[in-house]
């Protein structure tokens, strides 16, 4: 059958910077099946910004390498940093901002290059260009990045590199608080770091999100993995075109009932600081919150604050926090035990249930904070995520 363009450029593109990589098993002494590939494993930081918490890793570009912090993001794909000379505009950052000209192995995709056509075909929007390939990156937020596709020395490790790593050199940035200094993108995406490092790690990684500034988390491509440690619920493709981490959501458990709700897709988004729900999932893990925390008044609804829940965090820790039960429930039998940690967020002088409730619309976002001390498990290959209860450390 003849392939038409697009298709035929997605193939190459395929095979420039992935390989077929099959994923190999073997069996321990007792019969367990484990993950055997090789591994690099990357420290997430919590940082905070009023109270939010971001997830951050340190990278290194360039040779010779610089080194940033780039916000950990299951929920986008291009992995960008900001670049001189920030011709546009560069939000601060702790950081000096990357200098191409300071690292002999950078090289800009000429704008009409194979490899332009390339990128262009995974990418949206698509940007007309003269000199360099151009990108856009927009958040849905107050984060936004224009710039110049480029490759590059990548530094997972000071023993692991991708050389050649195909990622955004910001030129017109904004909306960082000087936490990060750029986004490093994990989506199911072919320019995505999972897809660009499968050839190495294959597509399997998982990772843990700490739960405060004196805690670590990782990040593990690859790996070798006890598969009967996990909990496993298949991922949804939402459309053709869709590429992002959704799981379906079945149901919400408390102490007082077991709600069953029709499939519904949630994206795991770690850059996100808020959960979406359903109505039906978010209104009976609200009853059962208000219920638990009945001797107090909540504050009146802040009109600039998402969240419809919340208590005064002074009077919570001095009359204590009795345990809230509440359970997510996901396809294939999957129960995620949310504890205090995840259903309560300070957030300075109020303490708030950080999910909002998702009255229309057809998928939801699970966030990072539900997910703290978790390892997730996001086997691409096998098109499943597995949960795991542990500490990060």
């Given amino acids: 059958m003849k392939m038409s363009t697009s298709t035929t450029l997605f193939i190459l593109f395929f095979m420039m910077i992935s390989s077929s990589y099959s994923v190999n098993f073997s069996a321990t002494r007792s019969g367990s099946l484990h993950f055997n590939l090789p591994e690099v ?43 001189k000379p920030c011709e546009v505009r560069c939000f601060n950052q702790k950081r000096p901002v990357f200098d191409p000209s300071l690292s002999f192995s950078y090289a800009a995709i000429p704008c009409h290059s194979i490899d332009c056509s390339l990128v262009k075909s995974v990418t949206y929007p698509k940007l007309p260009c003269s000199i360099t ?5 927009d958040y849905h937020s107050d984060v936004s990045s224009m710039g110049d596709f480029a490759r590059e ?6 023993n692991n590199v991708i050389p050649g790593f195909i990622f955004g050199c910001g030129q017109n940035n904004s909306g960082s608080p000087e936490i990060f200094d750029g986004i490093l993108g994990i989506q199911n995406n072919m320019l995505s770091l999972v897809d660009q490092a499968s050839s190495m790690y294959g597509r ?6 700490p739960s405060e500034p004196t805690s670590k988390g990782f990040l593990m491509l690859g790996g070798s993995r006890v598969l009967s440690q996990f909990r496993y619920t298949p991922l949804v493709r939402l459309s053709n075109s ?3 981490y959704n799981i379906n959501l079945v149901g919400v458990g408390t102490v007082d009932q077991n709600v069953s709700v029709p499939h519904f897709p949630v994206l795991i988004d770690t850059g996100s600081r808020l959960s979406l729900l359903p109505s039906s999932v978010y209104v009976p893990l609200r009853s059962a919150v208000r219920k638990a925390l009945s001797k107090y008044t909540p504050i009146a609804k802040d009109p600039e604050n998402p969240f419809d829940t919340c208590y005064e965090t002074r009077s919570l820790k001095e009359g204590g926090i009795p345990p809230v039960d509440i359970t997510l429930q996901f396809e294939g039998g999957v129960d995620l035990k949310l504890p205090q940690s995840r259903v309560l967020q300070d957030l300075s002088l109020a303490t ?22 978790l390892e997730v498990l996001i086997d691409v290959a096998n098109s499943r995520m597995g949960f795991a209860e542990k500490k990060c450390g």
Avoid: A
């Fill in 41 to 83: 494993k990357i420290p997430i930081l919590c940082k905070t910004l009023l109270e939010i918490p971001f997830y951050i890793v340190e990278l290194g570009f360039g040779t010779p390498k610089q080194y940033f912090d780039l916000l950990f993001d299951t929920g986008s794909y291009l992995t960008w940093i900001q670049c």
């Fill in 242 to 244: 869709e590429r992002g």
């Fill in 204 to 209: 399997v990684f998982s990772f843990c999100l």
């Fill in 133 to 137: 390939c151009k990108y856009f990156m």
């Fill in 352 to 373: 708030c249930i950080p999910i909002v409730e998702l009255k229309n619309g057809k998928s939801g976002i699970l966030g990072g904070i539900q997910l703290q001390t």
């Fill in 153 to 158: 020395v990548l530094h997972l490790s000071p």
